[in-house]
């Protein structure tokens, strides 16, 4: 797994970038690992990058799980976010709804510069 994340350290947050093809097990494990990482790290800020995932287009049902994935895994967070391509995100932004809907904003941005805003704030 650790190959398909690359971490790139922002110095007031940690910017993981996601790589590879799409699958549901992947993402999650994907989250897992930038999650983990930020905890080696002592870092409570996070943005994740997925705009190079390829194929990244999870069905609703999928949606649903990986926001409530990301939900419980940034409960000890500052701030999340999320960085994606336009055709990446859906146009209800389910995926982060979930999220915050368990208490857990997690915004997704497809302007680099708004998410890192976000991350900061």
Same mark, same amino acid.
């Given at each position: 797994?650790?190959?398909?994340?690359?971490?790139?350290?922002?110095?007031?947050?940690?910017?993981?970038?996601?790589?590879?093809?799409?699958?549901?097990?992947?993402?999650?494990?994907?989250?897992?690992?930038?999650?983990?990482?930020?905890?080696?790290?002592?870092?409570?800020?996070?943005?994740?990058?997925?705009?190079?995932?390829?194929?990244?287009?999870?069905?609703?049902? =999928?949606?649903?799980?990986?926001?409530?994935?990301?939900?419980?895994?940034?409960?000890?967070?500052?701030?999340?976010?999320?960085?994606?391509?336009?055709?990446?995100?859906?146009?209800?932004?389910?995926?982060?709804?979930?999220?915050?809907?368990?208490?857990?904003?997690?915004?997704?941005?497809? =302007?680099?510069?708004?998410?890192?805003?976000?991350?900061?704030?």
């Amino acid at each position: 797994m650790a190959a398909e994340l690359e971490f790139l350290d922002r110095g007031a947050y940690l910017e993981v970038r996601a790589l590879g093809t799409y699958t549901l097990d992947r993402m999650k494990g994907q989250l897992d690992g930038a999650v983990a990482e930020c905890r080696t790290r002592n870092a409570d800020r996070l943005l994740f990058n997925i705009i190079d995932v390829q194929d990244y287009r999870p069905s609703t049902a =999928e949606r649903f799980q990986i926001g409530a994935h990301i939900a419980e895994l940034i409960k000890t967070f500052t701030r999340f976010a999320c960085l994606a391509t336009r055709d990446q995100i859906d146009r209800e932004n389910f995926t982060s709804r979930v999220a915050s809907n368990r208490g857990q904003p997690a915004p997704v941005f497809n =302007e680099r510069q708004q998410a890192i805003d976000w991350v900061l704030t």
